[in-house]
C-alpha cells in the first residue's frame, strides 16, 4: 500500500498541481479598464411603512416588473454573549425553519416546494420569496414558522451532533485558528464578537436553554419585516397583520453594548504555531469606529478597494502578481453602528516567505497612506465599484437590505441615490487621509504557521513578537525539536519504516497493487471514486469517476511515456515529470533509497505524535519524510514544486494503518497542494491481482 502512496504521491500531486494550474492559466487582462458607460441613476422607493402593536415594523417597496415578491425578516437584537454556552445560537438558528407546531418538516417543506418558493431562517431572522400569487400563503407559512417553530428535542440532538462535528473538523483548521484568536484580540473573550465556540460550551447547552433562548430573543420587538415586490400596500398590510399580528413579544431584551479591547500600542507579530499548517495564514487587523453615517464612509469603501478590494489592488499586483508569494492578497474595512468595524489585510502565502510577506504588506499600508494614488486608478477604482453596486441592485434581497440599511443606521433617505455621486466625489486627498485615520497607525499582524519553518526569519524583520495558543491565551515560544536518540541515523529510521510495515521480503513480493478510494474534492457536492493501479517497477494508472458524471478524469504511465486526460483532452506528460518517473525503481521508495541521499534533520511532533524528520535529496532536490518515532510507520511526506511560476508545496498525511495480506497499508491519505486539501479514504486494496500491463495503455 506503500506503494499507492509514495508512486501515488507523485502521480496525485501531478493531477492536482495541474489543476490548480488550470486556474492560474485562466487570468483576465487587468491591466486595462473598460470605458465607462454613461452615468447610472439609482432610483430606490422609499418605502411604505406601518408598525404593529407587537413593536414589528413593516417597509413595503412596490416593485411590479416581474409577478414575485420577496419578505426578510431581521431580528435585530444587539450582539450577545453567551458566554459559557457560546453555540446556543447556531443551534437554534439551525432548527428554526424545519416545520411548524402545526405542520410537520416534511409537509412543510414540500409545500414549500411545491409553491416554487424558498423560505429560509437563521437566528437573526428570515427570507422568503415566491410567485406574488403565493403570496399570502408563503407569508403565512413564514409566520407560522416563526411564531411557533417547530422545535423538537430530536432535532436539537441531530444538530448540536452537527455542530460537534464541525469543531472537531475545525481543530486543525488554519482559518478558523487565525478567525478565533483574531476575534479575541480584537474584543476579548467575555465579547459577544469575542466568544468562540468549543466542546464544552455546547455541551453545556441543554434542549431547555435553546427552548428559553429561542422565547427570549426571537420575538418581534426589535423585529423588521422588509417586502419587495408585485404588492399592493394595503393588502400587505392586512396580510402581515393577520400571520404576524398574533405574534407576542417579550420583555425588554435590551442588551448593554460593550466596547472592543483597545488596538496594539505598538505594531507587533502576534503568533500561533500550528505544526500542520502548508503556509501561513497573515491578517493584519485592527479596529476601527466607521459607521455608514460617516463623513468618510464613501472614501473609507474606495480607499479599501486601491488597497486590497480585488486584483487590481496594491496588496494583490505585489504579493500575487508581482512577488508570487501567495494565490491573493485583498483587504476589508468594515462599518459597523456599534462602532466595532474592522480593518483587514490578508493572504495566504508559502512558509518560507512569511516574513517578506509581513514586509510587504506594511510596505503597501505605508504607501497608501504616504503617497498621492494614481488619478486614473483612483477613477478606475471607483468605475468598477460602481459596477459593481450596480449589478447587486438586480437581487430583492440586496434592496431590502438598503432599505433597512437607512432605517436602522439612521441615514438619510436620500442615502442611496446620492451613493454613486459620493463615490465619485472621493478625491486623491480623501484617499490619503482616510487612510491615515482608518488603517491603524500600530498594526497587529495575527499570523498562524509552522513555527520551526517561519518563525527565525520573522524574527529577523525586527517586529516583537507575541506567543499565543489557538485559544488566544498568551504563551511562550514553542520548542521545535527534541533530543534525537545516541546512534540513531536516518538509515535506521527508513529500515525501520520497512520492517514496520511488512518486511523487505514481503514488498520485494509485491509486483502489482489495485486501490479503489472515495475521493473528498473541496467545494464539490459529490465524492468520486479514484481506482490506482501500480505495477513494479514504475507503471502507474488513475481514474477519477463520479456516479451519474462518468470519467472526470484519466492518468497513464506505461514506463516510458504518460498522459492526463480530462474533459475529452488529452495532455502529454512533460520530460521532467516523465523522467522523473522512469527513474522510479520500484512500488516503495524506501527500499531503494542510497544512505548518501538521507539525512536525519530532528525530532520533532505532528499532532502531538514524536516523529523523524527525514530529508531526501535527489537530482540537487529536496523533499521531507516524517516517520513516527514509536510504530515506525511513515505519516507525512512534503515536497516542492514550481507551478505556472508558483513554488507550490504539497503535503501529504497517512493514517489509518491497516493489515493487508501482512502489509500494513495506510487507508487515509490527504494531500494538500496550496490552498486546496483532497482526501481519500480508501475502501478496497488488492495485492497481485487485478492488474494487467494493458491497463497502461
Same mark, same amino acid.
Given at each position: /500500500?506503500?506503494?499507492?502512496?509514495?508512486?501515488?504521491?507523485?502521480?496525485?500531486?501531478?493531477?492536482?498541481?495541474?489543476?490548480?494550474?488550470?486556474?492560474?492559466?485562466?487570468?483576465?487582462?487587468?491591466?486595462?479598464?473598460?470605458?465607462?458607460?454613461?452615468?447610472?441613476?439609482?432610483?430606490?422607493?422609499?418605502?411604505?411603512?406601518?408598525?404593529?402593536?407587537?413593536? /414589528?415594523?413593516?417597509?413595503?417597496?412596490?416593485?411590479?416588473?416581474?409577478?414575485?415578491?420577496?419578505?426578510?425578516?431581521?431580528?435585530?437584537?444587539?450582539?450577545?454573549?453567551?458566554?459559557?454556552?457560546?453555540?446556543?445560537?447556531?443551534?437554534?438558528?439551525?432548527?428554526?425553519?424545519?416545520?411548524?407546531?402545526?405542520?410537520?418538516?416534511?409537509?412543510?417543506?414540500?409545500?414549500?416546494?411545491?409553491?416554487?418558493?424558498?423560505?429560509?431562517?437563521?437566528?437573526?431572522?428570515?427570507? &422568503?420569496?415566491?410567485?406574488?400569487?403565493?403570496?399570502?400563503?408563503?407569508?403565512?407559512?413564514?409566520?407560522?414558522?416563526?411564531?411557533?417553530?417547530?422545535?423538537?428535542?430530536?432535532?436539537?440532538?441531530?444538530?448540536?451532533?452537527?455542530?460537534?462535528?464541525?469543531?472537531?473538523?475545525?481543530?486543525?483548521?488554519?482559518?478558523?485558528?487565525?478567525?478565533?484568536?483574531?476575534?479575541?484580540?480584537?474584543?476579548?473573550?467575555?465579547?459577544?464578537?469575542?466568544?468562540?465556540?468549543?466542546?464544552?460550551?455546547?455541551?453545556?447547552?441543554?434542549?431547555?436553554?435553546?427552548? $428559553?433562548?429561542?422565547?427570549?430573543?426571537?420575538?418581534?420587538?426589535? $423585529?423588521?419585516?422588509?417586502?419587495?415586490?408585485?404588492?399592493?400596500?394595503?393588502?400587505?398590510?392586512?396580510?402581515?397583520?393577520?400571520?404576524?399580528?398574533?405574534?407576542?413579544?417579550?420583555?425588554?431584551?435590551?442588551?448593554?453594548?460593550?466596547?472592543?479591547?483597545?488596538?496594539?500600542?505598538?505594531?507587533?507579530?502576534?503568533?500561533?504555531?500550528?505544526?500542520? %499548517?502548508?503556509?501561513?495564514?497573515?491578517?493584519?487587523?485592527?479596529?476601527?469606529?466607521?459607521?455608514?453615517?460617516?463623513?468618510?464612509?464613501? $472614501?473609507?469603501?474606495?480607499?479599501?478597494?486601491?488597497?486590497?478590494?480585488?486584483?487590481?489592488?496594491?496588496?494583490?499586483?505585489?504579493?500575487?502578481?508581482?512577488?508570487?508569494?501567495?494565490?491573493?492578497?485583498?483587504?476589508?474595512?468594515?462599518?459597523?453602528?456599534?462602532?466595532?468595524?474592522?480593518?483587514?489585510?490578508?493572504?495566504?502565502?508559502?512558509?518560507?516567505?512569511?516574513?517578506?510577506?509581513?514586509?510587504?504588506?506594511?510596505?503597501?499600508?505605508?504607501?497608501?497612506?504616504?503617497?498621492?494614488?494614481? &488619478?486614473?486608478?483612483?477613477?478606475?477604482?471607483?468605475?468598477?465599484?460602481?459596477?459593481?453596486?450596480?449589478?447587486?441592485?438586480?437581487?430583492?434581497?440586496?434592496?431590502?437590505?438598503?432599505?433597512?440599511?437607512?432605517?436602522?443606521?439612521?441615514?438619510?433617505?436620500?442615502?442611496?441615490?446620492?451613493?454613486?455621486?459620493?463615490?465619485?466625489?472621493?478625491?486623491?486627498?480623501?484617499?490619503?487621509?482616510?487612510?491615515?485615520?482608518?488603517?491603524?497607525?500600530?498594526?497587529?499582524?495575527?499570523?498562524?504557521?509552522?513555527?520551526?519553518?517561519?518563525?527565525?526569519?520573522?524574527?529577523?524583520?525586527?517586529?516583537?513578537?507575541?506567543?499565543?495558543?489557538?485559544?488566544?491565551?498568551?504563551?511562550?515560544?514553542?520548542?521545535?525539536?527534541?533530543?534525537?536518540?545516541?546512534?540513531?541515523?536516518?538509515?535506521?529510521?527508513?529500515?525501520?519504516?520497512?520492517?514496520?510495515?511488512?518486511?523487505?521480503?514481503?514488498?520485494?513480493?509485491?509486483?502489482?497493487?489495485?486501490?479503489?478510494?472515495?475521493?473528498?474534492?473541496?467545494?464539490?457536492?459529490?465524492?468520486?471514486?479514484?481506482?490506482?493501479?501500480?505495477?513494479?517497477?514504475?507503471?502507474?494508472? /488513475?481514474?477519477?469517476? &463520479?456516479?451519474?458524471?462518468?470519467?472526470?478524469?484519466?492518468?497513464?504511465?506505461?514506463?516510458?511515456?504518460?498522459?492526463?486526460?480530462?474533459?475529452?483532452?488529452?495532455?502529454?506528460?512533460?520530460?521532467?515529470?516523465?523522467? %522523473?518517473?522512469?527513474?522510479?525503481?520500484?512500488?516503495?521508495?524506501?527500499?531503494?533509497?542510497?544512505?548518501?541521499?538521507?539525512?536525519?534533520?530532528?525530532?520533532? $511532533?505532528?499532532?502531538?505524535?514524536? !516523529?523523524?524528520?527525514?530529508?531526501?535529496?535527489?537530482?540537487?532536490?529536496?523533499?521531507?519524510?516524517?516517520?513516527?518515532?514509536?510504530?515506525?510507520?511513515?505519516?507525512?511526506?512534503?515536497?516542492?514544486?514550481?507551478?505556472?511560476?508558483?513554488?507550490?508545496?504539497?503535503?501529504?498525511?497517512?493514517?489509518?494503518?491497516?493489515?493487508?495480506?501482512?502489509?500494513?497499508?495506510?487507508?487515509?491519505?490527504? !494531500?494538500?497542494?496550496?490552498?486546496?486539501?483532497?482526501?481519500?479514504?480508501?475502501?478496497?486494496?488488492?495485492?497481485?491481482?487485478?492488474?494487467?500491463?494493458?491497463?497502461?495503455?
Amino acid at each position: /500500500m506503500k506503494t499507492r502512496y509514495n508512486m501515488n504521491l507523485k502521480a496525485v500531486t501531478f493531477v492536482l498541481l495541474t489543476l490548480v494550474s488550470l486556474g492560474l492559466n485562466a487570468q483576465l487582462d487587468r491591466s486595462k479598464m473598460p470605458k465607462p458607460g454613461p452615468e447610472p441613476e439609482i432610483k430606490l422607493e422609499v418605502p411604505s411603512e406601518f408598525k404593529l402593536d407587537n413593536g /414589528m415594523e413593516v417597509l413595503v417597496v412596490e416593485n411590479h416588473k416581474l409577478p414575485r415578491v420577496s419578505y426578510s425578516l431581521r431580528i435585530d437584537n444587539n450582539p450577545i454573549a453567551t458566554k459559557d454556552k457560546a453555540g446556543i445560537e447556531s443551534i437554534l438558528g439551525a432548527m428554526l425553519g424545519n416545520g411548524t407546531t402545526t405542520i410537520s418538516k416534511d409537509e412543510f417543506n414540500e409545500e414549500i416546494d411545491f409553491l416554487g418558493a424558498n423560505l429560509s431562517f437563521g437566528f437573526s431572522g428570515g427570507f &422568503a420569496g415566491s410567485l406574488s400569487k403565493y403570496s399570502d400563503r408563503i407569508l403565512e407559512l413564514m409566520a407560522d414558522a416563526a411564531i411557533n417553530s417547530l422545535l423538537t428535542e430530536e432535532e436539537f440532538e441531530k444538530e448540536k451532533a452537527k455542530l460537534l462535528e464541525s469543531i472537531k473538523q475545525e481543530e486543525k483548521d488554519v482559518d478558523a485558528i487565525s478567525r478565533r484568536v483574531r476575534n479575541v484580540l480584537a474584543y476579548g473573550k467575555n465579547h459577544a464578537y469575542g466568544e468562540y465556540v468549543t466542546e464544552e460550551t455546547i455541551n453545556n447547552v441543554t434542549f431547555s436553554d435553546v427552548l $428559553a433562548f429561542y422565547q427570549k430573543y426571537f420575538n418581534p420587538n426589535n $423585529a423588521y419585516l422588509v417586502v419587495i415586490g408585485d404588492v399592493d400596500v394595503s393588502n400587505v398590510q392586512r396580510q402581515v397583520k393577520t400571520h404576524f399580528g398574533k405574534w407576542e413579544n417579550s420583555v425588554d431584551v435590551s442588551i448593554p453594548l460593550q466596547p472592543a479591547a483597545p488596538n496594539a500600542q505598538y505594531t507587533q507579530i502576534n503568533f500561533v504555531d500550528n505544526p500542520n %499548517s502548508t503556509q501561513s495564514s497573515i491578517f493584519v487587523t485592527n479596529n476601527v469606529d466607521l459607521k455608514m453615517k460617516d463623513e468618510d464612509y464613501h $472614501a473609507a469603501l474606495i480607499t479599501n478597494n486601491i488597497l486590497g478590494g480585488g486584483g487590481e489592488g496594491y496588496l494583490f499586483k505585489n504579493l500575487r502578481e508581482d512577488k508570487g508569494y501567495t494565490y491573493g492578497a485583498y483587504s476589508s474595512l468594515g462599518a459597523s453602528r456599534y462602532g466595532l468595524g474592522r480593518f483587514n489585510a490578508s493572504a495566504k502565502v508559502r512558509n518560507e516567505v512569511t516574513d517578506s510577506a509581513v514586509v510587504e504588506f506594511l510596505k503597501e499600508i505605508k504607501r497608501i497612506k504616504t503617497e498621492p494614488v494614481d &488619478a486614473q486608478l483612483l477613477k478606475d477604482s471607483k468605475a468598477k465599484y460602481v459596477g459593481n453596486f450596480i449589478m447587486g441592485l438586480e437581487r430583492p434581497q440586496t434592496v431590502a437590505n438598503y432599505a433597512l440599511n437607512i432605517k436602522l443606521n439612521d441615514l438619510p433617505q436620500d442615502f442611496y441615490t446620492t451613493y454613486l455621486q459620493k463615490i465619485n466625489d472621493v478625491s486623491v486627498e480623501d484617499v490619503q487621509r482616510v487612510a491615515n485615520k482608518y488603517l491603524g497607525v500600530n498594526q497587529r499582524i495575527v499570523i498562524v504557521g509552522k513555527g520551526s519553518e517561519v518563525l527565525d526569519n520573522l524574527e529577523k524583520t525586527d517586529i516583537p513578537i507575541l506567543y499565543y495558543d489557538k485559544y488566544a491565551n498568551k504563551t511562550e515560544k514553542p520548542v521545535f525539536s527534541k533530543p534525537l536518540p545516541e546512534g540513531l541515523t536516518a538509515e535506521t529510521v527508513v529500515k525501520n519504516y520497512v520492517k514496520a510495515i511488512g518486511g523487505e521480503e514481503k514488498l520485494r513480493a509485491i509486483n502489482t497493487t489495485l486501490t479503489s478510494s472515495e475521493m473528498t474534492i473541496p467545494g464539490a457536492p459529490f465524492k468520486p471514486n479514484a481506482v490506482i493501479k501500480q505495477m513494479s517497477p514504475n507503471k502507474f494508472s /488513475m481514474e477519477v469517476v &463520479a456516479e451519474g458524471m462518468g470519467t472526470l478524469m484519466k492518468q497513464n504511465f506505461d514506463g516510458e511515456n504518460g498522459y492526463m486526460e480530462q474533459q475529452g483532452r488529452k495532455i502529454p506528460m512533460d520530460e521532467k515529470d516523465v523522467s %522523473s518517473r522512469k527513474s522510479t525503481k520500484g512500488l516503495f521508495d524506501e527500499l531503494y533509497m542510497e544512505p548518501s541521499t538521507l539525512e536525519l534533520e530532528s525530532k520533532t $511532533a505532528i499532532d502531538g505524535t514524536d !516523529v523523524y524528520k527525514i530529508k531526501v535529496t535527489k537530482d540537487d532536490k529536496s523533499s521531507y519524510r516524517y516517520y513516527d518515532a514509536e510504530t515506525g510507520y511513515l505519516l507525512r511526506t512534503e515536497e516542492t514544486n514550481e507551478t505556472q511560476g508558483q513554488s507550490v508545496t504539497t503535503i501529504t498525511d497517512y493514517s489509518n494503518y491497516k493489515d493487508v495480506n501482512g502489509v500494513m497499508m495506510p487507508y487515509t491519505m490527504k !494531500v494538500t497542494a496550496g490552498p486546496q486539501a483532497f482526501v481519500f479514504e480508501t475502501k478496497e486494496v488488492k495485492i497481485n491481482e487485478g492488474v494487467t500491463a494493458e491497463d497502461f495503455n
